[in-house]
């Protein structure tokens, strides 16, 4: 079935330092590839997406790059600062069929500390 | 900024009861997908609908149902509340039916004791 492996569970780093999550998703068909901040107690917010047809999207600290190939992902933060700590969830579009299903990966805790 | 909204923001329900959810999407989107999240995971796709119609649907039961009304918001319904029904509802909204951008309302918290 459809499914999102993302990895690790839990992230810390030191303020300054990098950071970076990896996904990977099963269902070929996937074209979209968007990731989510979500602080606690808060909405999910989109922080940056990619779609299949590019290899690597970058917006000031933050890069995604794609291996569809691989059928991998990975969110890149630099020069991390303490407000980047959150959950990040990754996600890829589900199975073609005319609608806009996501599915999700378990989420990476991230915390940076000073 | 209207962004998606939600009511209510918390509930709190007992076993067998039911519940009624409510999403107004961004100004202009047409489509509104509900989600639900469960305490340290992922959210999880419940339905997508798009033009008043449903367009999608997760491996949840038959007791979950929802309707999307001319002005494009829309309501999920949760018949005979089970425990496990515990959890953060999402309702994402976007322009369109297929690929396009999700965002997020704040949710609707239910507990079910």
């Known amino acids: 079935g459809e499914n999102v492996e993302q990895h690790p569970s839990t992230l810390s780093v030191q303020e300054g330092d990098s950071a970076v999550i990896k996904c990977t998703y099963s269902?070929?068909?996937?074209?979209?590839f968007p990731w989510y901040k979500q602080e606690l107690g808060k909405r999910p917010q989109l922080i940056i997406d990619?779609?299949?047809?590019?290899g690597e999207k970058k917006d000031q600290r933050i890069a995604v790059t794609l291996n569809k190939t691989a059928k991998h992902f990975s969110l890149h933060i630099t020069e991390t600062q303490p407000e980047d700590s959150a959950v990040y969830f990754c996600?890829?579009?589900?199975?073609?069929?005319?609608?806009?299903?996501?599915?999700f990966g378990a989420g990476t805790r991230l915390a940076v500390h000073p | 900024d209207a962004g998606v909204t939600q009511s209510p923001t918390h509930l709190i329900k007992t076993r067998g009861q039911h519940v009624t959810l409510r999403c107004s999407p961004i100004?202009?989107?047409?489509?509104v997908s509900w989600y639900q999240q469960v305490l340290g995971q992922g959210p999880q796709f419940i339905f997508q609908?798009?033009?008043?119609?449903?367009?999608g649907r997760g491996n949840f039961p038959d007791r979950f149902s929802a309707r999307q009304f001319p002005n494009y918001s829309s309501e999920l319904n949760v018949n005979a509340l089970l425990l496990g029904d515990s959890a953060l509802y999402l309702c994402?909204?976007?322009?369109?039916?297929?690929?396009?951008?999700?965002?997020f309302g704040p949710g609707t918290r239910l507990l079910v004791l």
């Open positions: 994402a909204s976007s322009l369109g039916q297929s690929g396009e951008t999700q965002y």
């Open positions: 269902d070929s068909a996937s074209n979209y």
């Open positions: 990619i779609r299949s047809n590019v």
């Open positions: 996600a890829a579009s589900g199975r073609s069929g005319g609608y806009n299903k996501l599915i």
């Open positions: 100004s202009g989107h047409k489509s």
């Open positions: 609908y798009y033009e008043k119609e449903e367009r």
